[in-house]
T-cell receptor, first 113, second 110 residues
Framework: DTGVSQNPRHKITKRGQNVTFRCDPI?????LYWYRQTLGQGPEFLTY????????KSRLLSDRFSAERPKGSFSTLEIQRTEQGDSAMYLC???????????FGDGTRLSIL | SQQGEEDPQALSIQEGENATMNCSYK?????LQWYRQNSGRGLVHLIL?????REKHSGRLRVTLDTSKKSSSLLITASRAADTASYFC??????????FGKGTRLHILP
């Protein structure tokens, strides 16, 4: 039973660099979600996909952030020109549909030097 | 913005005791969910309770929902060391996303 897989688990980069994270959802799941979590806080919604269509983006997702889900399978989250405030855990989740619970990956921890 | 707010922020109890965590929220909901997160890991779904339900059980977990007070509680009975984790409530308002609270950090003492 393969769950949601995220890569890399950790990413350390210098301020101003671009980073890209990957999420592989559970294979039959149509919905895919991205969240950001900082220390001591709950996950904050960033964006979600229904198959390949990106249906909503949070105001937290500035124009430096872009997410894609080509062919409705895996998804990538790219952050351009990273800033100190981007340091966080980036979590991906998938679900069969909007009525089913979300299954989370173990996240990518981003540290900006 | 965060819709749910858990109380207490942190809780330490002896192994074998019961742990109760509360969640309050602000707007009407379709359902409320509880998740657990172990340190450095993703969230694990525990239980979902719909707005027309008042109580739900799953193993050692009992969840209640009071929509008139906009509150929910999670009870873990006969706690174990493995229950040490952060617990989050998440509300679904029917707008295709769930909103998490800040969580309760539960520590089970041996």
């Amino acid at each position: 039973d393969t769950g949601v897989s995220q890569n890399p688990r950790h990413k350390i980069t210098k301020r101003g660099q671009n980073v890209t994270f990957r999420c592989d959802p559970i294979s039959e799941h149509n919905r895919l979600y991205w969240y950001r979590q900082t220390l001591g806080q709950g996950p904050e919604f960033l964006t979600y996909f229904q198959n390949e269509a990106q249906l909503e983006k949070s105001r937290l997702l500035s124009d430096r952030f872009s997410a894609e889900r080509p062919k409705g399978s895996f998804s990538t989250l790219e952050i351009q020109r990273t800033e100190q405030g981007d340091s966080a855990m980036y979590l991906c989740a998938s679900s069969l549909d909007s009525y089913q619970p979300q299954h989370f990956g173990d996240g990518t921890r981003l540290s900006i030097l | 913005s965060q819709q749910g707010e858990e109380d207490p922020q942190a809780l330490s109890i002896q192994e074998g005791e019961n742990a109760t965590m509360n969640c309050s929220y602000k707007t009407s909901i379709n359902n409320l969910q509880w998740y657990r997160q172990n340190s450095g890991r993703g969230l694990v779904h525990l239980i979902l309770i719909r707005s027309n339900e008042r109580e739900k059980h799953s193993g050692r977990l009992r969840v209640t929902l009071d929509t008139s007070k906009k509150s929910s509680s999670l009870l873990i009975t006969a706690s174990r060391a493995a229950d040490t984790a952060s617990y989050f409530c998440a509300t679904d308002r029917g707008d295709d996303k769930i909103i998490f609270g800040k969580g309760t950090r539960l520590h089970i003492l041996p």
